[in-house]
Structures are given as C-alpha cells and as structure tokens.
C-alpha cells in the first residue's frame, strides 16, 4: 500500500466528531466534491449531531459529511482529497 492510500485510509477518521478540531481557522477540504476552502465558512447549520452529543461537519457546499482539517493532521492537498473520494466513494 503506498503512503496516499495509507493517509487516505487513515485521514478518514478525521472527517467525523470534528466540530472542535475545526473551530481554529484552517485549510480544510470535502472529499466527496473535492472543494478546499477555509474553515471560517463552516457555519453552525453545517455541522450535524451524532448519537454521542459530538458534531460532525458537513461540506458547505455539497452537504455531505466528508470534511477534514489540515489541524487533524493532514495537508489538505487536491491528490489527498482525490485519493479519499476513490476509496470511500468511487470503489
């Protein structure tokens, strides 16, 4: 497995319960439509609660719950956001 795939994999952890990993200003991206865009356009209707009283965001453009934050631990670079949408959605 090459190290793309291993991050892909591994950043998709990042993309639920992460309201408060999101709230400092950061470089964050959709893996479903591929947008990367500021953290500061997340507004309060774009996050959804989970069973567990945690909030996870949802792409302000495409609605899907497929954001993660470069502050998670990951460069949010278009091969990244590419590699994500392949796995957990194209295949």
Not at 19 to 29: F, I, M, R, V
Not at 43 to 68: L, N, R
Request: charged share 20%; proline share 2%.
């Amino acid at each position: 497995m090459n190290k793309s795939t291993t991050d892909a994999l591994t950043a998709h952890a990042a993309c639920i319960r992460n309201q408060t990993d999101l709230a400092s200003e950061q470089t964050c991206g959709c893996f479903y439509c591929q947008r990367i865009y500021s953290s500061t356009e997340l507004k309060d209707d774009d996050f959804m609660q989970e069973s567990d009283g945690s909030y996870t965001a949802c792409c302000p453009y495409c609605g899907i719950d497929s954001v993660i934050g470069e502050t998670q631990g990951y460069e949010i670079t278009p091969a990244l956001l590419t590699e994500m949408r392949k796995i957990w959605f194209d295949s």
